[in-house]
């Protein structure tokens, strides 16, 4: 869903698959090993409040709203005010994605953005 410093990305297949219908995700993160079993009841949690508004908002959000996001082009910053319109919950996500793998969001594009 979205790059985070840490995430199990990469090796969350290696994981035994759950055993039970619920998943509790206690430091979710990016979620890696739930999104592998979306089909299941998955509780994520955790302590970084900006996670815990960033997987509310895309729980809840739809496909049309996502797409409708800018994407930011080297030298814009998620500051200046031509991004007024986003909400704190939108430039969280843009964030992660502008410096892929930080453990917080960024406000311009990183030397590794796509």
Do not use: Q
């Amino acid at each position: 869903m979205f790059y985070f410093y840490g995430r199990k990305f990469r090796i969350a297949n290696k994981y035994p698959e759950p055993i039970y219908d619920t998943i509790i995700e206690p430091f979710s993160g990016s979620a890696a090993y739930s999104m592998l079993y979306y089909n299941k009841n998955v509780i994520l949690n955790d302590k970084d409040e900006k996670i815990y508004k960033l997987w509310k908002y895309l729980i809840n959000v739809n496909k049309h709203d996502i797409e409708k996001l800018p994407i930011l082009k080297k030298g814009e910053s998620l500051n200046n005010e031509n991004f007024n319109y986003l909400t704190e919950t939108e430039k969280i996500l843009i964030g992660f994605y502008l410096n892929p793998g930080s453990a917080v969001p960024k406000k311009s594009p990183g030397n590794y953005c796509a």
